[in-house]
């Protein structure tokens, strides 16, 4: 089976699997144990030409409690209730033009938000979003993306809404606006503001991060935005710098430089916290590995860098290795929650 996990918490871990003749599976572990709690089948028919996505309440305490939302890209949605795997709801949502698809983008704390889309060979090119209560399916809002572009990324967090609209290449009236970042509010999918990303109008960013007071956008080309999370303006900008980790929920990241430096920067001000040179973190891992090839948990006091088969800690303030650990099979992502360093991915003999 190939197995990857997709979210944990502090109680729990959860994880997917495909099987080689279709079938996917969730699987709820408890974090400290491993023991499984739980296991839900979500398809046991073979689906070649339809990817099941997964997405999570990413740690926000709320009730009914976290929510498991699974799609099936062909308009079927359905939320399983994390403590126990039941069913919470299911429903369907149709695309504005079909055949086109249908995504869960983004759990909030009130709804999940979905995207539709139409065919890509049908002209203009229309997509819209629809924010479904996260306790019971029904529909609350429905946002029409600008014609002729189309959602990449989408974020949930504090009651906002944050994504990066893209121009599609066949229309030369959407390329000229270039890409937009559009905010909108979780309740009623009311536009706060509209304002196009800031750097080259071909390149594709990152997916934002909606924080108390800010959405911060990351593209290759161009390096990291902070807008203000009312009006769009900008807050605080970063060149030269792709991101390679995720925000921490203490509000730091770490990100590469051009002359191959790590840099761990404050999300809420932009200042840099501090820097470990190129050479010296590809020795800390391992001779002949790129830093762009890696993946970093920065924090304050600690850069924790995963790579292909295992996880090495960093600490600035002595500038040496604090640990290494290796896995057994190939780890293509890693997630550090809660004191708790997961590595996951690849096909795994089970």
Request: charged share 20%; net charge neutral; with cysteine.
């Amino acid at each position: 089976q190939c197995l990857r996990i997709i979210f944990a918490t502090a109680e729990r871990v959860f994880v997917n699997a495909q099987a080689e003749g279709g079938s996917l599976d969730v699987f709820a572990f408890d974090a400290r144990t491993g023991r499984r709690v739980w296991t839900t089948r979500l398809s046991d028919q073979p689906t070649p030409a339809v990817a099941q996505h997964l997405v999570f309440l990413r740690g926000i305490p709320s009730e009914p409690g976290p929510t498991v939302v699974a799609d099936d890209s062909r308009g079927g949605f359905r939320a399983l209730d994390a403590e126990t795997g039941e069913l919470r709801w299911q429903t369907r949502v149709e695309g504005p033009i079909p055949p086109g698809q249908t995504f869960a983008r983004a759990v909030g704390r009130n709804v999940v938000v979905v995207q539709a889309t139409s065919s890509g060979e049908v002209r203009p090119y229309r997509e819209f979003l629809r924010g479904l209560d996260r306790a019971t399916g029904e529909p609350r809002w429905q946002f029409d993306v600008p014609t002729d572009f189309s959602v990449s990324v989408a974020a949930v967090n504090d009651g906002a809404i944050a994504l990066v609209a893209m121009p599609i290449r066949q229309s030369a009236e959407a390329q000229l606006a270039g890409p937009q970042v559009i905010a909108l509010d979780e309740h009623t999918g009311v536009v706060r503001f509209q304002v196009p990303l800031p750097g080259r109008r071909t390149e594709s960013p990152e997916s934002p991060v909606v924080m108390s007071d800010s959405v911060i956008v990351a593209s290759t080309a161009t390096g990291v935005t902070a807008l203000d999370a009312s009006s769009g303006e900008v807050m605080w900008q970063i060149d030269d710098l792709r991101v390679v980790g995720p925000i921490t929920n203490r509000g730091t990241f770490a990100g590469i430089r051009g002359n191959g430096n790590l840099l761990v920067v404050d999300a809420r001000t932009g200042e840099r916290i501090y820097t470990v040179p190129g050479g010296q973190a590809t020795r800390v891992v391992r001779s002949g590995f790129s830093v762009s090839d890696l993946g970093v948990h920065a924090t304050r006091r600690l850069a924790i860098i995963w790579e292909y088969a295992g996880a090495t800690a960093f600490d600035p303030r002595t500038e040496t290795k604090s640990w290494n650990a290796r896995v057994r099979y190939p780890a293509l992502t890693g997630q550090v929650v809660h004191g708790r360093v997961y590595l996951s991915g690849g096909c795994l003999p089970i």
